[in-house]
């Protein structure tokens, strides 16, 4: 997809001079013209990973596709006939007297049973798509039923009509729980909301990366990213996707708030896998949990019945974080809101 076209600021005055910003200095247009400009890159880089192409359902489709409509270059026309050998009729005395009586007549035998076998060939071929084609038809049926058993509704991030859990009072403490910053490696925060935990980690001298699946908060941060802020610093995309897409040992911590409150089981353990794997050794992976009983509280009834999942007790964390490998793992209860903080250090 194309990216847009740079924006424009004022043309410059006579003499050189950069025009004045709102606040009188030189270059503010400019500024905000990147910012802008990188806030719509990052959205177009979310519609490429929204997109269907490369993922296992369109992987799937495109299979099945190629079987019901093969390519025009199959497999015999990829190695057309080419006639008899050029030297046939060069091999010894007997086969040129056999050319001057047999020539024409066996050039064509030969090209009727060439075409004859090809025929068989693609005949066989064609009846062995179609099983495989009803095969893998019938397989696609059969777990389209299970997903939809599992996840009936299909909600979206941004359709989900809960309320999203307020870390606030953990905004603060989080970077006392991460060790000395490295000014190369990242924190990546999922899902980082309004900013409030970016922000703050930023303010600490972090480098920190931010994953939003809503748009609109997405948009919000990157626009409004704060001093010293970029909007390369919020990507558009689910959790799970972007750390999945980290190679290994490529961030300091992990801190997961929200996310982890609205998967299912599935879901939430492999987060916790991918987090175990981008985080280098001796990095740092947080859990904001939400209380159960106030998430329970929080939720109308029809939100709390079609939830695809429910926030896990935070000891269950605890274990699961042990099991995962991490050296210790301390669990900190709020004492103003209704998020729990799961801090775990892995071996170095």
């Known amino acids: 997809m194309p990216e847009p076209a740079e924006p424009t600021g004022p043309a410059e005055p006579a003499g050189g001079a950069a025009p004045a910003g709102p606040t009188g200095a030189g270059g ?60 046939l009729w060069e091999r010894g005395r007997s086969a040129r007297i056999g050319q001057r009586f047999v020539g024409d007549v066996a050039g064509v035998m030969a090209d009727i049973l060439a075409a004859d076998a090809r025929s068989v060939a693609e005949s066989a071929a064609g009846a062995v798509n179609v099983a495989v084609w009803d095969a893998l038809r019938y397989l696609a049926a059969r777990v389209e039923v299970l997903e939809a058993r599992i996840d009936p509704l299909g909600l979206e991030t941004a359709e989900w009509p809960g309320p999203g859990p307020d870390p606030g009072e953990w905004a603060d403490v989080v970077d ?35 994953v939003e699946p809503q748009g609109a908060a997405a948009w919000r941060s990157m626009v409004s990213s704060g001093e010293g802020g970029k909007a390369e610093d919020i990507v558009l995309s689910e959790v799970g996707p972007r750390l999945k897409a980290m190679p290994d040992a ?67 964390w605890r274990f699961l974080l042990h099991r995962s490998g991490a050296a210790e793992v301390d669990w900190h209860r709020p004492t103003a809101g209704t998020v729990h903080a799961v801090v775990a250090r892995l071996s170095p």
């Open 28 to 87: 503010g247009a400019e500024s905000v013209a990147e910012d802008v400009s990188a806030a719509e890159r990052q959205l177009l880089a979310a519609f490429d990973r929204l997109s269907p192409q490369g993922g296992l359902r369109w992987g799937f489709d495109d299979a099945m596709r190629r079987i019901e409509h093969p390519d025009a270059d199959s497999a015999a026309g990829g190695s057309p006939w080419t006639g008899l050998p050029d030297d």
């Open 176 to 210: 006392m729980w991460l060790g000395p910053a490295d000014p190369d490696v990242p924190i990546v925060v999922g899902e980082s909301g309004d900013g409030a935990l970016v922000g703050a980690l930023r303010d600490a001298g972090r480098k920190v990366v931010g």
């Open 250 to 316: 490529s961030a300091a911590a992990v801190v997961l708030v929200g996310c982890v409150d609205r998967l299912d089981l599935g879901g939430q353990l492999g987060l916790l896998e991918q987090s175990v794997r981008v985080v280098v050794p001796g990095g740092t992976i947080v859990v904001l949990v939400a209380d159960q009983s106030a998430w329970s509280a929080s939720l109308s009834p029809p939100a709390r019945d079609l939830a695809p999942g429910r926030p896990l007790h935070p000891e269950t």
